[in-house]
Structures are given as structure tokens and as C-alpha cells.
T-cell receptor
């Protein structure tokens, strides 16, 4: 089974621009979560989507948004980029069947904001 | 506020030694505690996980010890190998996953 794929792998943007990141979950997985990873902060939860609906949301400003499509693929958008948004953005998918909590992470998209 | 506190931030262990990483939490509603291993350029990968009704779980050289009353859990890596050199994250789940800040482990040959 193919793993979680994320595109693009690397991205360089300037302040004020917006960016869209894409995530394709493992086939059959219906839950997709997004995380921001920065040195010293670890992984910070952004949001989770399940069956095209946002199920949980972390403590990030409204500039961070996402969506999930009917094929479970997900996109994350960041508008009006700030220098502090430079990070590794990770996507994780989960089958989310009863009692199954395991998350499978993609390799991440490294975003640099100049 | 960090929901899961992890220590140490970095750890250097000799080959064959035991690596121990600790995590503490406050929210008693957490119902699942995984540990992840991350190599440079890769996403985190699940290493081992435990539920709060179990005090210890062992998988090969990796063991989770869970102390519910103290609200602490730890990862023990026995017979540490250079290939174990990576960053390790503990996490806890209640509706969403909360991660520790990570421990960079270096195993010296």
C-alpha cells in the first residue's frame, strides 16, 4: 500500500503571499490531520478532517484553513504568510475505525517564508 | 500551554546502553499514548503505543512504562544501536493528538 504523499516537498514564499499544500492519504483512510512542526515546539495540531468535515481544530489563526475532498485528499491553505509560518507541515492519515488510533505521517512540506 | 511535557531535550548514549525518555501529562481524559520516531527528512513513524489500563508494553527492544497515578510515561530503548539515532516524540490523545517537544537521541558506536 502506498504511504501518505505530500506535495510539494519544498516551497519558498515571501511574506504576504498565500500557499496551498496537498496531502493524499493512504487508500481507504478517511481521516486526515495536519500539523506544524518547528524546532523546540514539536508538532502542533492544526486541524483534522473526516469525510469532508472538519472534526477538530487546533489553536491557530484563521489564516490557516483546510478542506477535504470526497476522495479523502486534503489541502491546507495559509493566507498572508508571515515569517513565523516557516515550518515543516505534516499530514497524517488514519483509518479511524472503532478503536484504531494509529496515524501514518507523510514526509512533510518544508515551507520557507522570506 | 504544553499538554505533554517531554524530557530530556537531547540524549547521548553509548552503543548497547539503555536510552530513557520521559513524558508527563495533566489531562486524565487522555486515552492513548503513542511514541513516534523521526529521522531527518522523514515524517514521524509510530514506534509503540499504550493505553492507560496497561502499566507496561514491550515490543522488541522498545518498552513503554506507564504510571497512571503519577501521570507519567516513558520510553526505554534497550541495547541502543547507532541506527536508533533519531528524534523521538511522545504524544497523548483526547479528541486530537498532543505531542511532546521531542528528544534528539544520539547513540555513539
Amino acid at each position: 500500500k502506498a504511504g501518505v504523499t505530500q506535495t510539494p516537498r519544498y516551497l519558498i514564499k515571501t511574506r504576504g503571499q498565500q500557499v496551498t499544500l496537498s496531502c493524499s492519504p493512504i487508500s481507504g483512510h478517511r481521516s486526515v490531520s495536519w500539523y506544524q512542526q518547528t524546532p523546540g515546539q514539536g508538532l502542533q495540531f492544526l486541524f483534522e478532517y473526516f469525510s469532508e468535515t472538519q472534526r477538530n481544530k487546533g489553536n491557530f489563526p484563521g489564516r490557516f484553513s483546510g478542506r477535504q475532498f470526497s476522495n479523502s485528499r486534503s489541502e491546507m491553505n495559509v493566507s498572508t504568510l508571515e515569517l513565523g509560518d516557516s515550518a515543516l507541515y505534516l499530514c497524517a492519515s488514519s483509518p479511524w475505525t472503532s478503536g484504531d488510533n494509529e496515524q501514518f505521517f507523510g514526509p512533510g512540506t518544508r515551507l520557507t517564508v522570506l | 500551554q504544553q499538554q505533554v511535557k517531554q524530557s530530556p531535550q537531547s540524549l547521548i548514549v553509548q552503543k548497547g546502553g539503555i536510552s530513557i525518555i520521559n513524558c508527563a501529562y495533566e489531562n486524565t481524559a487522555f486515552d492513548y499514548f503513542p511514541w513516534y520516531q523521526q529521522f531527518p527528512g522523514k515524517g514521524p513513524a509510530l514506534l509503540i503505543a499504550i493505553r492507560p489500563d496497561v502499566s507496561e508494553k514491550k515490543e522488541g527492544r522498545f518498552t513503554i512504562s506507564f504510571n497512571k497515578s503519577a501521570k507519567q510515561f516513558s520510553l526505554h530503548i534497550m541495547d541502543s544501536q547507532p541506527g536508533d539515532s533519531a528524534t523521538y516524540f511522545c504524544a497523548a490523545r483526547f479528541n486530537q493528538f498532543y505531542f511532546g517537544t521531542g528528544t534528539s537521541l544520539t547513540v555513539i558506536p
